[in-house]
Each structure stands twice: as C-alpha cells, then as structure tokens.
C-alpha cells in the first residue's frame, strides 16, 4: 500500500503570505495527486488535480507542483477565506489520503 | 448543477447493518467511478470503497473487505454502501464522491453519519 505523507500537520500563516504545504509519498506515484480543500463542517473541495492542474473555479493564488514522490501545494497570497484543513490524495495506486494540514490566520 | 445526496445513517448497535444511499443528478450517472470516503470525527479522510462506472469492478480497501459492498444503479442514479457486521471504528461521516479513472473525487456530497454503538 501507497503511505502518503503530510507536512506540517498545522500552520499558522499571515493574510498575503506565501504558504506550501508537502506531502511525500512512500513510492512513486507519477503526477497522481490532488489537493482538496475542507472548510468546518463542510465537505472537502477539489483544488488541483494531477499534480499541477487547476481545478475549475479555483483562485489562481492556488498551484501545485511536483511528481514522482514529492509534492507542493502553494497559496501565492494567504486570504482570509483559505482558512481550512489542506489534504493530499494520490491515485496512482488504489485510493490514499495524507494526513492533512490545518492552516490557521495568525 | 452536480448533486450528491447521500442518506440512511444513523445510530446502529456493533454486529448490525446499514445501507447508505447517494442520490446524483446534474450529470451523466453512467460515465462516472463513483466511491465512498469516510471520516471519523476530528480525523483525516479515509477512502472505503469505489466501483467503476459499469459497475463491473470494485475495490475496497482492507479493514471493509468482506463487511462492505459498493453497488450502483445507473438507471437510478444512485450509488450504494451496505455495510455488515459493523464496528466501533466505522463511526465517520460517509460522503459520496464521483470521478473520472485519472481526476478522481472532484465532487462530494454533503456527507451522512454513521455512529456504531451500544
């Protein structure tokens, strides 16, 4: 089984900050992961797909970036409504979710 | 508009069964995987199960496999989870998501709670 790994698991960040979030994967995954958004009480939201795709709709403050095991998400400007928990999926074998990172507003 | 709605949780004793539902409209049904992700209260996601838009294969991950089953019914629009021999740790919220092969999981319902106690 494919283990994804989350880091850091909380983050504390300033409006207009530059934010990344990594998640490591234990073996190759090719560029098979998304990045999902999950505000409180809310069902997640699809960010990027495939790496570096930019979901529909999404803000293009959001990018992702990486392949292989190593994965970026980065937020080029914090805004007051990113606040929420960032997790990682990747799909390249079976379904697995990192841990997830909670950011916060300074 | 993409819609899921998911039903039938609920509070069911360890042993028991419970089948969960997931009404979907504002797509075409049939050319989606659809699956099933959990979250158990204050935790991370977790991926249970997913069929494939035929519904001619399914997967599961381990600690579901042989309590679990994932179906579809294209002509409904309606996925399913019936879920067996239920424990403790399958209290999570259930949410129904659908996707492609290679961009999986791009829309959620709203999620359905299952709490398994005595």
């Known amino acids: 089984d494919i283990q994804m790994t989350q880091s850091p698991s909380f983050l504390s960040a300033s409006v207009g900050d530059r934010v990344t979030i990594n998640c490591k994967a234990s073996?190759?995954?090719?560029?098979?992961l998304n990045w999902y958004q999950q505000k409180l009480g809310e069902a997640p939201k699809l960010l990027i797909y495939?790496?570096?795709s930019l979901q529909t709709g999404i803000p293009s403050r959001f990018s992702g970036s990486g392949s292989g095991t190593d994965f970026t998400l980065t937020i080029s400007s914090l805004q007051p409504e990113d606040v929420a928990t960032y997790f990682c999926?990747?799909?390249?074998?079976?379904?697995?979710f990192g841990g997830g990172t909670k950011l916060e507003l300074k | 508009e993409v819609q899921l709605v998911e039903s039938g949780g609920g509070l069911v004793q360890p042993g028991r069964s419970l089948k969960l539902s997931c009404a979907a409209s504002g797509f075409t049904f049939s050319n989606y995987y659809m699956a099933w992700v959990r979250q158990a209260p204050t935790k991370g996601l977790e991926w249970v199960a997913s069929?494939?838009?035929?519904?001619?294969?399914?997967y599961y991950r381990d600690s579901v496999k042989g309590r679990f089953t994932i179906s579809r019914d294209n002509a409904k629009s309606t996925l399913y989870l019936q879920m067996d021999s239920l424990r403790s740790e399958d209290t999570a919220t259930y949410y129904c998501?659908?996707?492609?092969?290679?961009?999986?999981?791009?829309?959620w319902g709203q999620g359905v709670m299952v709490t398994v106690s005595s």
């Open positions: 069929i494939t838009n035929s519904g001619g294969s399914t």
């Open positions: 998501t659908r996707g492609l092969r290679r961009v999986p999981f791009d829309y």
């Open positions: 073996q190759n995954i090719n560029r098979y």
């Open positions: 999926l990747q799909h390249n074998s079976l379904w697995t």
């Open positions: 495939n790496a570096n």
